[in-house]
């Protein structure tokens, strides 16, 4: 029992950061993410024993958080708020690129896609998934993983360049 609890604790350790991450991108709330990556852990904490390890316990995890993070914005609670007015923290980024404009205007664009797209479009450009993983990871199938993310980018760049001439001086 020892050493499924240590093997967990070390699983968590190396891959929460990424986890919390992916959260972060589908939900668009570091407290959200938050919340969304715990309540994965704990469901795969109670399936550890049963879970082949061999296998791919990120993938397994990944999928989790994914489910948990789409799953959380259909709550009522949420519903109160749309998914364009999220505004993304971006003063908690633990990347390099912090202050790039670039970043930011992606973050922002990130917030006007649906849950489901933004799942497609962080997985497969983000995680750098399949679109085979990405359908297996989210349930559905890969025709639907094409749609969603080929919608999603549309949507992205629509919501790019609308920011980019607001920026513009006349």
Not at 20 to 49: F, N
Not at 108 to 135: I, N
Request: with cysteine.
């Amino acid at each position: 029992m020892v050493d499924r609890d240590q093997e967990y604790v070390e699983f968590v350790e190396a891959s929460s950061a990424s986890l919390r991450r992916t959260a972060y991108l589908v939900c668009g709330d570091w407290h959200r993410a938050d919340d969304v990556v715990q309540d994965a852990l704990y469901k795969l904490y109670r399936s550890w024993s049963k879970l082949d390890r061999k296998g791919n316990p990120l993938a397994y995890a990944r999928r989790a958080v994914v489910n948990a993070a789409v799953d959380s914005g259909r709550r009522p609670w949420r519903r109160e708020v749309p998914a364009s007015d999220l505004s993304f923290d971006r003063a908690r980024l633990d990347d390099h690129a912090d202050g790039h404009a670039e970043r930011d205007e992606v973050l922002t664009a990130l917030g006007s896609l649906a849950p489901r797209q933004r799942a497609c479009v962080v997985l497969r450009y983000y995680e750098d998934l399949s679109v085979e993983q990405t359908a297996q990871l989210l349930g559905c199938s890969e025709g639907t993983v094409k749609s969603q993310a080929a919608r999603g980018l549309e949507t992205l760049r629509t919501a790019i360049d609308q920011a980019r001439q607001i920026r513009r001086p006349a």
